[in-house]
């Protein structure tokens, strides 16, 4: 069988409610970077109650923007909203773990740290890092907490939407669906500008750039969506590939502004003293009594411009006795690649 006989085979368009109200919950925790949905989650959000919006964001920071949580069982299955929700509830605790780091770490790394922290002592050479041990040690609130808001969103705000999308998302799977049979590759090349399909191998381009042989691939499974546009949003296992498809739905308003963060983030560039102590940073952890004499400015003005760096979510700190280090965030300087080139495709 030859690559593109392969391909036809294996691609399959799946309508799933609950991969919808995730993709909602990311948009309403971080509106700014959803133009054709922007409108949506400001109103979705001046209506909800303070409490909820609380925990959809605090919870948005524990699941990779609600992202981590996107395939709960077999992802080629369509999942309601209620049966994803029945299906996170009964995981098991390292399983549910494994989800939300969005696999970090291997089931069997994390069962390693379940049974050391149940001994009371983490191994210093393998055990979890911070946000991992946060898991770890708050998992009983933190699924108490992650159902209940998914319930109260579900029934109260999500519920009427999917009706509303349902139909767009329907008729868009089925048109996919359709070009696929035409011609596999030549549909998904349609999905998203950083996605390519050609010479036997998907070319993904996100932070990094990932590559997937067709050969080697099982599953490629596409998931209509009114909310993700413009993410690339993959996903993949062994043998499967999860891709997106931006489903458009009329007469939505379209906002042509930048997203708030991507400006912060420019503004704290487009400074040299900032510059010098990204570099720094990025060379190791720093305190302002030691970046102060290096810069030639007082400490008083060193830490002025880490507010900045800081609030542009470039730089992080940890205390150390009596100073507070600083170091670069490196992550955010891979997003900030993604950010610019998805306001500019858009």
């Known amino acids: 069988m030859s690559s593109l006989e392969q391909l036809h085979r294996i691609v399959k368009t799946v309508v799933s409610p609950y991969h919808e109200l995730l993709c909602s919950l990311h948009v309403l925790y971080q509106p700014e970077h959803h133009p054709k949905r922007l409108a949506w989650a400001k109103e979705i959000r001046a209506a909800m109650p303070a409490a909820l919006l609380e925990d959809i964001c605090t919870l948005g920071r524990l ?13 080629g299955t369509p999942l309601t909203s209620t049966e994803g929700i029945s299906l996170l509830k009964g995981l098991p605790d390292a399983e549910l773990i494994h989800l939300l780091l969005r696999n970090k770490a291997s089931l069997g790394t994390i069962l390693e740290w379940q049974q050391a922290y149940e001994r009371g002592k983490f191994q210093s050479d393998s055990g979890p890092d911070e946000a991992s041990a946060y898991l770890l040690l708050h ?17 109260n705000y999500f519920r009427k939407e999917w009706d509303d999308v349902m139909p767009w998302i329907d008729t868009a799977a089925a048109q996919f669906q359709e070009k696929v049979s035409r011609s596999a590759e030549k549909a998904l090349n349609t999905l998203h500008p950083r996605l390519r399909a050609s010479e036997g191998k998907f070319t993904a381009q996100k932070a990094e750039t990932y590559y997937f042989a067709y050969e080697d691939l099982r599953h490629v499974y596409v998931l209509p969506s009114t909310f993700i546009f413009p993410h690339l949003l993959i996903d993949w296992t062994t043998d499967s590939l999860l891709l997106p498809l931006a489903v458009d739905m009329p007469d939505l308003p379209f906002s ?12 704290a560039l487009g400074d040299a003293t900032r510059l010098r102590i990204l570099k720094l940073l990025w060379q190791g952890p720093h305190c302002t009594k030691q970046l102060a004499p290096i810069l030639g400015i007082s400490e008083a003005a060193v830490s002025k411009q880490l507010k900045l760096l800081n609030e542009a979510g470039l730089t992080s700190a940890e205390r150390k006795g009596n100073y507070l280090f600083y170091t670069s965030r490196k992550e955010a300087f891979d997003s900030l690649i993604v950010l610019q080139r998805q306001y500019l495709e858009q």
């Open 63 to 75: 699941t990779d923007q609600w992202l981590g949580l996107m395939h709960p069982g077999h992802s």
């Open 139 to 155: 998992l009983v609130s933190i699924r108490k907490q992650l159902i209940a808001t998914l319930e109260t969103y579900e029934q």
């Open 256 to 267: 042509e502004a930048p997203p708030e963060d991507l400006l912060r983030q420019f503004k």
